[in-house]
């Protein structure tokens, strides 16, 4: 048993060996590196790389899943209730927004970031989903969030933040960072109010 929970430790420190190669790349370069530069970063070959991930769009998405999963672990809601929801979920957007490989691929990679904006749910978008909603069940149980279906009302959530994360560089001249993190929660807070 114990050989089997080694192997198991060894696949994952090996795929977090090709995540941080994808992130070192990603935070040097405007353009995603191709799998031979992340197996030689990552000091292992390219068929290892190849047994875990499809191509470079793979270790794309499960970079951004793995980053998203650890913002969400560091972002702790403080209690139930909209206002503690909302500081949470801005406070996560602002992370996301200055996280030194997330945010670039705005505009380093926009039609792979594109197709989980316009296309598709992907894996890190689905994580925070689940997370919302349960805090939204929560809330709506305590009366600081209005009636309304979880899963619709954590997909708004989702729309709006992910809106502002999006466009946060685009109109950097005319909001402030304090003025985005102040208004995001007022919008929020108005949306999810009963």
Same mark, same amino acid.
């Given at each position: 048993?114990?050989?089997?929970? %080694?192997?198991?430790?060894?696949?994952? %420190?090996?795929?977090?060996?090709?995540?941080?190669? $994808? $992130?070192?790349?990603?935070?040097?370069?405007?353009?995603?590196?191709?799998?031979?530069?992340?197996?030689?970063?990552?000091?292992?070959?390219?068929?290892?790389? &190849?047994?875990?991930?499809?191509?470079?769009?793979?270790?794309?998405?499960?970079?951004?899943?793995?980053?998203?999963?650890?913002?969400?672990?560091?972002?702790?809601?403080?209690?139930?209730?909209?206002?503690?929801?909302?500081?949470?979920?801005?406070?996560?957007?602002?992370?996301?927004?200055?996280?030194?490989?997330? $945010?670039?691929?705005?505009?380093?990679?926009?039609?792979?970031?594109?197709?989980?904006?316009?296309?598709?749910?992907?894996?890190?978008?689905?994580?925070?989903?689940?997370?919302?909603?349960?805090?939204?069940?929560?809330?709506?149980?305590?009366?600081?969030?209005?009636?309304? %279906?979880?899963?619709?009302?954590?997909?708004?959530?989702?729309?709006?933040?992910?809106?502002?994360?999006?466009?946060?560089?685009?109109?950097?001249?005319?909001?402030?960072?304090?003025?985005?993190?102040?208004?995001?929660?007022?919008?929020?807070?108005? &949306?999810?109010?009963?």
């Amino acid at each position: 048993m114990s050989s089997r929970n %080694d192997a198991k430790t060894d696949e994952l %420190d090996v795929e977090d060996r090709i995540l941080d190669a $994808a $992130a070192r790349c990603l935070s040097v370069s405007t353009r995603r590196p191709g799998i031979a530069e992340l197996a030689r970063q990552a000091g292992i070959s390219r068929p290892t790389v &190849y047994r875990r991930f499809a191509d470079g769009d793979a270790v794309f998405r499960a970079l951004w899943e793995r980053e998203i999963r650890r913002l969400l672990e560091a972002t702790p809601q403080r209690s139930a209730g909209r206002e503690s929801l909302v500081r949470q979920v801005v406070e996560l957007a602002d992370k996301i927004s200055t996280h030194p490989t997330l $945010a670039p691929t705005f505009t380093s990679e926009p039609t792979l970031v594109a197709r989980y904006i316009l296309e598709r749910l992907g894996a890190g978008q689905r994580v925070l989903l689940e997370a919302l909603v349960g805090a939204i069940e929560s809330a709506q149980a305590g009366g600081t969030i209005r009636d309304g %279906d979880p899963r619709e009302l954590a997909a708004m959530v989702l729309l709006i933040t992910q809106s502002a994360i999006q466009s946060r560089r685009m109109i950097a001249e005319h909001l402030s960072d304090d003025a985005w993190y102040r208004e995001l929660a007022h919008a929020l807070n108005g &949306y999810l109010r009963p």
